[in-house]
Nanobody, 114 residues
């Protein structure tokens, strides 16, 4: 079964930035849309950003203008560049395929705090 491994999280001050990475083990990554999701304590998991195989992107309103999703098909990896981070961005961040999801990985914790 395909595995998704997220990395790059950490503790950052408000206004700071982080870049998350998600590497997929599957061989057809390049033809699938990929997305980043997050789940804050006590809240449901929500979509953050999606990038389709043709490069078209969509973002949640809460992160527009601050986050950028990108992909490197040669590395089977999708990235999330997060800038101008806010305490409300604190969550565990996951990646998955929005239209044909696989099992969720462990995620990577992002904590925004002074």
């Amino acid at each position: 079964q395909e595995q998704l491994v997220e990395s790059g999280g950490g503790l950052v001050q408000p206004g700071g930035g982080l870049r998350l990475s998600c590497t997929a083990s599957g061989s057809i990554f390049r033809i699938r849309a990929a997305g980043w999701y997050r789940q804050a304590p006590g809240k449901q998991r929500e979509m953050v950003a999606i990038i389709r195989s043709n490069g078209i992107t969509n973002y949640a309103d809460s992160v527009k203008g601050r986050f950028t999703i990108s992909r490197d098909n040669a590395k089977n990896t999708v990235y999330l560049q997060m800038n101008s981070l806010k305490p409300d961005d604190t969550a565990v961040y996951y990646c998955n395929y929005p239209f044909d999801p696989t099992s969720w990985g462990q995620g990577t914790q992002v904590t925004v705090s002074s």
